[in-house]
């Protein structure tokens, strides 16, 4: 279990990922080089975008910008990015990762993902990341929203295991079955919309437990999370909830709070849900 905003989890290639880092979907461009600086000024070292967000121009200037702030070196940042994959042959893959490298304006990335399986359209994306895995542009790939049948294909031609597999994660959405699935093959799973994009905030169960604590419904969630080794991002523009996110390491969910939160389950996705999102 990490013990702090810059505790690092191992993956299966031996590089090293923050378990909690700062997510940026859903800000416009023009925002984003703020958000992502006072992040990094709070001592997020992971940030975590995506092609398809618009926003890695304004998450680069941010980087830049927190680096700057912080006399931090790149080196001891964790950026990930995520590639769309819809159908996406070799070339369109390599050129498509080098767009993204461009507009972020680094010379690696720490983790590029599938964005999504789609139809079973990762196969040659996949071979296109391993290529740049070899070549040093990337310290580790991994993939995103694949359930298991997805994994179990990926791994019957994949030369690289994918380290980590990123998908909506909650109370309201456990998640179990894919969670024994990763961890039997060594994949570590990061969850997404870990606050169900605030709306497991307001559930009883977990407001309860948060008075308990004289914590925030929010920092009962993701610790949660951690408790169980889940690796999380999560969003905040503001930077008093960026900090208070990340002031979850003072306080322990007992069991019985833990089984009450995990029995929330109810298999409730507030995203698409991967086998039937194609684009
Ligand atoms: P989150 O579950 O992180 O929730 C974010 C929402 O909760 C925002 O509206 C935010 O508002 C609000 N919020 C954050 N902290 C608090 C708090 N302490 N109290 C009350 N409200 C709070 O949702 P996301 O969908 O953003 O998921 C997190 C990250 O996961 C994304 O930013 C992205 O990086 C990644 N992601 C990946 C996907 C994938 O397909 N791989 C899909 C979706 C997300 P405000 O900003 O105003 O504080």
New binding site residues.
Partial sequence: MIHSLTDYVRFNNGTEIPGL???????PDEDTAEVVKKGIINGYRLI???QI?GNEVGTGIGIKEGLAATGLSREELFI?S?VWNNHLTYDETINAFEETLERLALDYLDLY?I??PGKNAYKEAWKALEDLYAAGKIKAIGV??FEIHHLEDLLSFAKVVPVVN???L?PKLTQQALRDFCEEHEIKVQ????????K??TEPVVKETAEKHQK????IVLRWDIQQDILL??????EQ??Q??ADIFDFELAPAEMARLSNLNEALR??PDPDVFDF
């Fill in positions: 880092g700062l997510g940026v979907f859903q800000i975590d975008t995506a967000y990930t995520k993902l964005h999504w995103s929203n990123q998908v909506e909650h969850a997404w919309s870990p606050l169900m994009q605030g497991i905030l925030t419904p929010a920092q991002v999560v969003k905040s523009v503001h909830r960026m208070s996110n507030s995203g």
